[in-house]
């Protein structure tokens, strides 16, 4: 057996080092778990110092590191980056490879320049005898309080890799929630912006043409549609203040969405629209029940990973991604505080379905709660993924027919005179 040097978190979270006698590193950390400790860092005797020896060093280090790749450090990055990241360090730490041996291996091997700057800083940060909660905090816009809450409650508990791969799972399926519900808002949107281009294209460009070519043939007498559709162009085209109508109608369309945009990120602005978006028929009930899977999901993994209920509340508030379901959580937080039951706040805000509070009743009677509501969330994003699937088959021959109409009326708008002045000829 050889001697192994470690620096490990106690139950408390606090720092302690020593040597323990194994084969080899993953036996001493095995070794380090039966004694209730967790093993941020394990070395053999003779190959290599800890970093409570060369703890000064490290954090030299990490300082010159830090200023040679400034601007990146602790930037954003995609969230599949970050789950893949999460997924692969709890593979490497349940293998049984250390915290930090496992970070450089990530760190060396990862192609996001963002991310790979920003693990080298936590290794960094690590060796010099930061705890690995408190390294992630460091870059909040990285590492949001779900992600750093639930690694600090996996390092108290000795069950870090556990906690990642929790974690790992609930960003994979939040994003696949999302990407539901991005397809299902985005797709109406993309044919309505095809839609515009196209008429707008017709009108500047190609009915003129055919103005032209029926102002020369005479004063024929022209179908209502035609004089709709070139009276249109005609008012695009007009230029009464300096540049045509249809720039005019494009800035004005560009300051609305920036107009709106900066008034939805006002207080008054977020409690309406996120209040309208709930309330709007068939995409309301989409929204809704993708809020309910996002609350029940985040709420269930703080509270299986050891996050206090209080503490998990909060969290879930601050990613509730909704103002309304967000003050309803307040609630719910409030009313735990005061030593009452969840349910009770979750019934009188109407966001929640019976169905929701029914089993958080059940859950907190049988003291299965956050398996209850892992259970309220796989529910509800079966349930998400169906609506969108019915959406979106209800939707696509819906906005075909719009563009069609679209586009056909205009064309007919063209050629329906022309077939009028053939008709003519032929008749005389």
Do not use: C
């Not at 035609?226 to 005609?234: A, M, N, P, Y």
């Not at 050629?415 to 009028?420: A, D, E, Q, R, S």
């Amino acid at each position: 057996m050889a001697n192994f040097q470690y620096i490990a978190l106690d139950s408390k979270g606090e720092q302690t080092t020593g040597v323990v006698q194994a084969n080899s590193d993953a036996e001493a950390v095995t070794a380090l778990r039966g004694q209730g400790l967790y093993p941020t860092q394990v070395v053999q005797e003779g190959k290599g110092s800890i970093a409570g020896k060369a703890g000064k060093k490290g954090k030299k280090k990490s300082k010159s590191k830090a200023k040679g790749k400034k601007g990146k450090i602790g930037g954003k990055v995609k969230p599949k980056v970050l789950m893949i990241f999460t997924r692969q360090l709890a593979t490497l730490i349940d293998s049984g490879l250390p915290l930090l041996r496992g970070l450089n291996v990530l760190g060396k091997q990862e192609p996001n320049p963002v991310l790979q700057a920003t693990i080298t800083n936590i290794a960094d940060s690590v060796q010099g005898g930061s705890t690995f909660s408190e390294s992630l905090g460091q870059h909040p816009k990285m590492f949001n309080k779900l992600y750093v809450n639930m690694v600090k409650a996996g390092e108290l508990g000795g069950v870090l890799e556990i906690v990642l791969t929790r974690l790992a799972e609930y960003q994979e399926k939040a994003h696949k929630l999302k990407g539901k519900i991005v397809s299902a808002m985005v797709y109406p949107l993309i044919v309505m912006f095809i839609a515009v281009a196209i008429m707008s294209f017709l009108m500047l460009f190609i009915v003129p043409k055919f103005r032209d070519m029926f102002d020369d043939m005479g004063n024929a007498e022209l179908p209502l549609i035609s004089r709709v559709v070139f009276g249109f162009s005609d008012w695009m085209l007009a230029r009464p203040l300096l540049l045509p109508n249809s720039v005019w109608i494009l800035l004005i369309a560009v300051g609305s969405y920036m107009a709106f945009g900066a008034w939805t990120r006002t207080k008054k602005g977020r409690n309406i629209v996120d209040s309208l978006k709930l309330k709007l028929p068939i995409f309301g009930d989409i929204q809704r029940k993708s809020a309910i899977a996002r609350f029940t999901r985040t709420l269930g993994t703080l509270v299986t990973s050891g996050v206090p209920i209080l503490q998990a509340l909060n969290i879930t508030r601050d990613t509730a991604g909704n103002v309304v379901v967000a003050n309803a959580i307040d609630e719910v937080h409030d009313a735990v505080k005061e030593g009452e039951s969840i349910v009770s706040p979750m019934t009188g805000s109407g966001i929640f379905p019976n169905l929701v509070v029914s089993m958080v009743d059940v859950g907190e009677e049988t003291g299965q709660l956050p398996e209850m509501l892992l259970k309220i969330a796989d529910v509800y994003d079966d349930e998400v993924d169906s609506a969108v699937t019915a959406l979106t088959s209800i939707l696509e021959p819906i906005m075909i027919v719009i563009l069609a109409l679209v586009v056909g009326a205009i064309v007919f708008a063209l050629f329906l005179p022309l077939i009028k002045v053939i008709q003519e000829m032929q008749g005389g």
